[in-house]
């Protein structure tokens, strides 16, 4: 259908379109609050040699990679529960990575999970927000504003990590800074739900 301008902008007011949207910015966030300055903080606590750490991002790849058939596959059956997995498991991973960052094996475990898990969750958090905003009547814009606010997670991800490092928390910080913003995504997630069953419930005793 010939997409309505006015009807597209009016999503943005939506409050579930919204919810979906912040799952968005603080999902992929978390990981990249961590990511971002994953060489000092391999190099200056894991000891890793400084060349080491082209492979690491190697390793990093793969877990995204992993992730994304992991999201890709199970966004359509399952997509609530999927997020809960993957962004609670996310958190975890990142809360761990803080405690055991000098470890180089465990280092490298984290890196490899904190990708799967953070990139487990696009594909639904996409299929989310264009359910959300084709129940408004404005499946196009809202998907397309989606994309960009992915970006904005990535950016507001970058400078949570050089906040809490500037700050003179050390170069493991960033770990549970990235996990506190995990945990906000999986609450908006809950939130989405709770709004849809008590909407659901209304209307049951409505038709009753």
Same mark, same amino acid.
């Given at each position: ?39 000092? *903080? ?87 927000? *264009? ?78």
């Amino acid at each position: 259908e010939r997409p309505q301008i006015k009807k597209e902008f009016a999503a943005f007011a939506n409050v579930r379109v919204l919810l979906a949207m912040g799952i968005t910015v603080f999902g992929p966030a978390a990981f990249f609050t961590s990511i971002t300055y994953i060489a000092p *903080m391999m190099v200056e606590i894991a000891k890793f040699d400084p060349a080491s750490v082209t492979w690491l991002m190697v390793v990093f790849g793969l877990g995204l990679f992993l992730g994304n058939i992991l999201g890709g596959r199970y966004a359509d059956k399952a997509l609530m529960p999927l997020l809960y997995l993957t962004l609670g498991a996310q958190a975890i991973v990142l809360l761990i990575f803080s405690q055991t960052a000098h470890s180089q094996i465990m280092s490298v475990a984290c890196i490899l999970l904190m990708a799967g898990f953070g990139f487990a969750t696009v594909s639904p958090i996409q299929k989310l927000v *264009m359910d959300k905003a084709r129940a408004a009547g404005a499946p196009t814009l809202a998907s397309a504003v989606n994309i960009g606010l992915f970006n904005l997670g990535n950016a507001i991800g970058a400078w949570v990590g050089g906040f809490v490092i500037s700050a003179g928390l050390g170069y493991a910080a960033p770990n549970w800074a990235g996990a506190l913003l995990s945990v906000i995504a999986l609450l908006l997630a809950l939130a989405s739900v709770a709004m849809d069953r008590r909407d659901g419930a209304s209307s049951v005793l409505q038709t009753a």
